[in-house]
């Protein structure tokens, strides 16, 4: 299983901090798109995602016990 963290609005319109996925030989554009089937107000087109606390690309492979954050972009002054 892998936990995934949602950062911003993201955890706002999920209503979680976290969620426990088998995302386990995936990639990172299949857990989004798994992501977006069962969270369908999500958007996670401008997202920044990391596996382990390090950025990822959409072609990352998920490993068992990986865990996956979604960062939305922040803006501020």
């Known amino acids: 299983m892998n936990k995934i963290l949602f950062f911003a609005h993201l955890r706002d319109t999920?209503?979680?901090?976290s969620i426990m996925m088998d995302a386990k030989g995936k990639t990172i554009a299949d857990l989004k798109q798994m992501v977006l089937e069962k969270y369908q107000t999500v958007s996670l087109e401008n997202v920044m995602?990391?596996?382990d606390e390090e950025?990822?690309?959409d072609e990352d492979i998920i490993?068992?016990?990986n865990e996956i954050a979604?960062?939305?972009p922040v803006s501020g002054g």
Do not use: C, R
């Open 14 to 17: 999920v209503g979680e901090e």
């Open 70 to 72: 979604f960062i939305p």
């Open 49 to 51: 995602t990391a596996i």
């Open 63 to 65: 490993h068992e016990g």
């Open 55 to 57: 950025f990822a690309s």
